[in-house]
């Protein structure tokens, strides 16, 4: 048995008090002088017994009533499960939530949400009636159900205190209510109740719960853990950057950090492990940081960034995986006279111009960009990153064979168009390749009222994405005088149309490369595109297309999937930040796939030939603690019709199997039938004794 | 009868508690029965006051010592002070000074027993007596006469009595029967006896005793003391009671002996009344807590009605 108010048990000690009155008064009889006995006869032995016997009866029954208004008083209460029968209440199906996220990690008075939450959990299970089924699921944002409904206490005791564990992942409050309404659809009472034990994050308030609502008639218990003020810092954002200048490579970290506070702290950066840098700062809100590190060692690099310890410590690290690649470089064989005649420019110039602005600065150009005559293109170097071909009239049966080798190595080539062009042979070139059946030279307007203009583009493209913007419409104002009109073969990616809806850029895989077909010049000899603003982002997109295909994405978020590339097949070991070797193996399209990213950290994926290095990192909303509060979470959740208790059901643990139970009422009415019966008791025995 | 007349007595009245304060009897006497007169004056009973003194106007040849001068001052008309009692009666007082008289329930210090009452009480009387003109007398007796102070009128007289009061203590045990036949052959001039007691005795003792008196030509005035625990036995517990003069001891269930208490009691008083009645005795019951003056109505009522 248990008490809501122990405190009063303390009054017990007053049932001594009817006991020692009798024994002081009652017990022996009191000697008194008396004038006469004349008209006194000494009562019988045998009715002092019986009066002695009485006053112990009504001595006894004063105790009890004092003793029955203590424990009244005390509130007690039964475990359930020992005595559903007086619960008077029906069994019911009972889902308890709770919440794993990391947020829940965060540190209070009564040490963390979670312990809290597990403490709830357990109060939960232990005030559930015998009869009740009872589901747990932890979740942060994905659901886990960790038993099916069952009514073995024991097996959900040691789930409360053994099986929820602690993740490094965001909260999402859809999927588990989601869940526990599937679990719910296979219950076998009628009562129904979801229990939602949890920090109550505002974050995981997703827009979906907008319009989402349990059904009416399942009773729903949010029970909020944690400390209310807890202060979190963390990180708000992290981008990186290696930036070229000439042969140098510098790592520019820019970071935001919010803090509650007007605490002063630091933000250090660590490269493989080492202190590089640090700064202070101050002030409530955003702070801003900018980390400047030189990087002149080509690879992978990992670190990290640090903010002083505080509540909720696992976000205080943010974790950097980085490449500083070596200087990509780009070929251009172009076939129109070096450098042009008056106006008139070949591509050559203006990718030359476009690449390396800074004449007479040499090297202050991210790209080593070379211009070559054609002889070059029958020995393309698999070093180089891009090979742009103008304005030839046709390819050599050698020249395809090196281009399709080249190609098939990892490079990239852009074929691009010119006065020079044989169409019917240059046709015959891009079937070869794949690329296009037919190729032939228009005028548009010849055709139309006016010259062509780009007309519909992929904008999904890597090529042409970050055009999709505000302002990125410029990129239609080129005008094209002339273009070459091809009919693209099967397998070919259609990236951009004319207005005349002939496509003017083709993409074809080859191998690991790529080769791109501009229908048009990167001179201005067809069109007035290298002299529109738009033409040196083009172009460094086209690079950066070329030379990115096999760079891996190296940020990646908790809970994340890891694309390494390779071949059918190939197998990656991946290294966790706790030390643990996974394993991943390339499926049929060469990437293997690895999952397990639970953990922040900085992670290596290594072949025989090849290693990448990547990070992973929690999901920072989870950071912001601030959390609704339970009326707000009832009102979230529970139909607007159901009117059910709010705060007061959340409060429900072991109070509620008391206030289920109501002992202290039995005890009460007890108490006063035992009053009576001595009231009636003292009443009757002085009316004998009259 | 008693009881009834205890009940009306006028709150104005001195509480027993408060004479036990007075220190000596004279001025107990003294305060009981100036107060009591005093009341007699603003009082309705008139029928005692004019019985006790009136006022007549002077007529010439009437004795000059006994007009009133106060009132002579006040009213400029001449007053004379008529006694009416010329009768120079006898009193004696029997106080009974056995050892159960020494019994008192009350929690109170100044609570008095039933001998410090029945002192006061004879105390009152003789001073009444006296102021009156009569003579008074004090015997103090519990089986035996433990004392004897014959009847005298005189004012000296009364200190004599007073200090014989004050002076005597407890006795033995009471066996009324012998000094009541003892007294009433000693007393041959008839005269006035009030017998003071709790008459807690063999009532047909204390009945032929009476008789004996009577048959001597006394009025007799029976005044039975009793303390308010006697008269309702408010004992509720299991008590071991112990007799004041035999030193008995007897385990009684309080509560439950109660009604038989209260019958055997009420059996006794009616017994002493029917046969106090029958030879024309006056018998009054007053309770420890009650004042004075009630027994002081009683007197005066019973000698008016023994004078007509």
Do not use: C
């Not at chain 1, 993740?167 to 219950?187: C, F, H, N, Q």
């Not at chain 1, 067809?526 to 002299?531: A, L, Y």
């Not at chain 2, 045990?173 to 009541?180: D, I, V, Y």
């Not at chain 2, 009616?270 to 106090?276: A, K």
């Amino acid at each position: 048995m248990s008490f809501v108010n122990a405190f009063f048990l303390a009054a017990l000690g007053a049932m001594a008090i009817p006991v020692l009155l009798h024994f002081v008064r009652k017990m022996r009889a009191k000697p008194v002088a008396f004038s006469s006995l004349m008209f006194l006869r000494a009562t019988p032995q045998q009715q002092v017994k019986r009066r002695r016997l009485r006053d112990v009866l009504l001595m006894t029954l004063r105790a009890a009533v004092l003793g029955l208004l203590a424990l009244a008083f005390a509130r007690p209460f039964l475990p359930p499960d020992v005595v559903p029968f007086l619960t008077g209440e029906e069994n019911e199906s009972v889902v308890l939530l709770i919440d794993n996220s990391y947020s829940m990690l965060a540190e209070g008075s009564n040490g963390s949400a979670l312990d809290e939450a597990q403490s709830v959990l357990a109060e939960r299970i232990d005030a559930a009636q015998r009869g009740d089924e009872i589901a747990i699921v932890a979740f942060s944002d994905f659901a886990e159900q960790l038993t099916e409904f069952d009514s073995d206490r024991e097996l959900h005791r040691q789930i409360a205190t053994g099986s929820i564990e602690k993740t490094g992942r965001a909260t999402d409050y859809l999927d588990p209510l989601g869940l526990a309404v599937d679990i719910l659809g296979s219950s076998q009472h009628k009562q129904k109740r979801v229990v939602l034990i949890s920090d109550m994050q505002r974050a995981g308030w997703s827009g979906a719960l907008d319009n989402w609502k349990l059904e009416p008639g399942v009773s729903f218990d949010p029970v909020r853990v944690g400390a209310a003020d807890t202060l979190n810092r963390y990180f708000q954002d992290v981008q990186l950057r290696v930036r070229r200048a000439g042969d140098d490579a510098l790592l520019q970290v820019d970071g935001l950090v919010s803090s509650p506070d007007d605490t002063g702290f630091d933000v250090e950066l660590l490269v493989a492990g080492i202190p590089v840098d640090d700064i202070s700062l101050s002030g409530r809100g955003t702070a801003r940081f900018t980390f400047r590190h030189p990087a002149s060692r080509t690879g992978y690099h990992q670190g990290e960034i640090r903010l002083d310890a505080d509540a909720l410590t696992i976000d205080d690290t943010f974790y950097v995986t980085y490449l500083v690649d070596e200087k990509p470089s780009i070929l251009v064989i172009d076939g129109s006279s070096r450098g042009g005649t008056g106006l008139i420019r070949p591509d050559s110039y203006f990718l030359d111009k476009a690449f390396a602005p800074g004449v007479g600065t040499a090297g202050s150009s991210p790209y080593d960009i070379s211009v070559r005559g054609r002889a070059q293109l029958r020995a393309l170097p698999s070093s180089t990153d891009i090979v742009f071909v103008s304005n030839l009239p046709s390819l050599s049966s050698a020249e395809l064979r090196s281009i399709e080798r080249y190609a098939a190595q990892g490079g990239n080539v852009v074929l691009s168009f010119g006065n020079n062009l044989d169409a019917d042979a240059y046709a015959q070139s891009l079937r070869e390749l794949g690329l296009a059946s037919t190729a032939s030279v228009v005028i548009p307007r010849q055709v139309q009222s006016g010259h062509a203009i780009i007309g519909q583009v992929d904008w999904r493209h890597e090529v042409f994405a970050p055009f999709a913007g505000p302002g990125g419409g410029a990129i239609l104002k080129p005008e094209f005088r002339r273009y070459v009109r091809v009919q693209p073969l099967d397998g070919v990616d259609i990236v951009g149309t004319f207005d005349t809806g002939d496509p003017f850029l083709l993409e074809k895989q080859i191998g690991s490369g790529s080769v791109m077909f501009f229908a048009s010049t990167l001179g201005n000899s067809w069109t007035d595109f290298p002299i529109n603003e738009m033409f040196v982002p083009f172009v460094y997109q086209l690079a950066r297309h070329a030379t990115g295909d096999d760079q891996v994405p190296v940020m990646y978020g908790v809970g994340e999937n890891v694309a390494l590339p390779g071949s059918v097949g190939t197998t990656w070991d991946v290294q966790t930040p706790n030390g643990q070797v996974f394993r991943a193996t390339g499926d049929s399209s060469g990437t293997a796939w690895f999952t397990a990213t639970d953990v922040a950290g900085n992670y290596v994926a290594a072949t025989t030939a090849r290693r990448i290095p990547f990070s992973v990192n929690l999901d920072r909303r989870e950071s912001d603690l601030e959390a609704r509060d339970e009326a707000e979470v009832y009102a979230g959740v529970v139909p607007p019709a159901v009117d059910q208790p709010v705060v007061e059901e959340a409060a429900v643990t072991v109070k509620a199997a008391e206030e289920r139970q109501k002992l202290w009422r039995l005890l009460v009415v007890a108490a006063l039938l035992v009053f009576g019966i001595e009231t009636v008791l003292a009443h009757r025995g002085g009316k004998q004794k009259q | 009868m008693s009881t009834t007349h205890a009940q009306k007595a006028p709150t104005r009245f001195i509480r027993p508690d408060i004479l036990s304060r007075i220190s000596g009897l004279d001025l107990v006497a003294r305060s009981v029965v100036e107060g009591f007169i005093a009341g007699l004056h603003r009082s309705p009973y008139k029928g005692f006051s004019v019985d006790f003194m009136e006022y007549r106007p002077y007529i010439p040849g009437d004795d000059l010592m006994h007009v009133d001068w106060k009132a002579f001052a006040r009213t400029d008309r001449l007053f004379v002070k008529e006694f009416e009692d010329e009768t120079n009666t006898h009193m004696q007082l029997l106080v009974d000074v056995s050892r159960s008289m020494g019994y008192k329930s009350g929690t109170k210090p100044e609570s008095p027993t039933k001998f410090e009452y029945a002192m006061y009480l004879a105390a009152a009387m003789a001073y009444l007596v006296v102021r009156q003109r009569d003579a008074v007398g004090l015997t103090l007796f519990d089986s035996t006469v433990v004392k004897r102070v014959p009847a005298k009128s005189t004012k000296g007289h009364l200190v004599s009595v007073l200090r014989e009061m004050e002076n005597v203590s407890l006795g033995g045990e009471s066996a009324m029967g012998k000094p009541l036949h003892e007294l009433a052959e000693r007393h041959r001039r008839r005269g006035f006896a009030v017998i003071i007691s709790d008459f807690l005795d063999d009532v047909d003792a204390i009945i032929d005793g009476l008789k004996h008196f009577r048959f001597r030509g006394h009025d007799v005035m029976l005044f039975q003391i009793l303390d308010p625990a006697e008269l309702d036995f408010s004992f509720t517990d299991l008590t071991e009671f112990e007799d004041l003069e035999s030193g008995e001891r007897l385990i009684v269930d309080a509560a439950a002996a109660r009604t038989e208490y209260m019958e055997n009691l009420r059996r006794f008083q009616e017994t002493l009344r029917r046969e106090s009645a029958s030879i024309g005795i006056e018998y009054t019951v007053l309770s420890t807590q009650q004042p004075l003056d009630f027994a002081l109505f009683n007197y005066l009522g019973a000698r008016s009605r023994r004078r007509v």
